[in-house]
Nanobody, 127 residues
Framework: QVQLAESGGGLVQAGDSLRLSCEAFGHTRGRTFSNYAMGWFRQTPENEREFLAAINWNGDTTIYADSVKGRFTISRDNAKNTTDLQMNALKPEDTALYYC????????????????RGQGTRVTVSS
């Protein structure tokens, strides 16, 4: 297990950018951040969960939802135990609670199956 904490959310205008960060800590003994595939999800005001992006253990494989492809970029720094989500050209429909999640397997986090998630950081995009 690992604990995750997001930061970087806020209130912005349409077209603005935000960079979210997720820090991992409290790893189960014998495991490190590089043991996990990471993903970003969001929970909309309608309480729907949406997969946004995922990155494998060393960062050389990523995948994005169509709704954010070309606007959002996921990255990770295993030395700092962080994974970031750079969000550009934000739209009002991007308003949501954003959270990161960890899984042992890349295919699991892509499929929305994860062992741990953070509490989330709220993003509000005004028109």
């Amino acid at each position: 297990q690992v604990q995750l904490a997001e930061s970087g959310g806020g209130l912005v205008q349409a077209g603005d950018s935000l960079r979210l960060s997720c820090e991992a800590f409290g790893h189960t003994r014998g495991r490190t951040f590089s043991n996990y595939a990471m993903g970003w999800f969001r929970q909309t005001p309608e309480n729907e969960r949406e997969f946004l992006a995922a990155i494998n253990w060393n960062g050389d494989t990523t995948i994005y939802a169509d709704s954010v492809k070309g606007r959002f970029t996921i990255s990770r720094d295993n030395a700092k135990n962080t994974t970031d989500l750079q969000m550009n050209a934000l739209k009002p429909e991007d308003t949501a609670l954003y959270y990161c999640a960890a899984a042992n397997l890349y295919r699991d986090v892509v499929g929305g199956i994860f062992s741990d998630r953070g509490q989330g950081t709220r993003v509000t995009v005004s028109s």
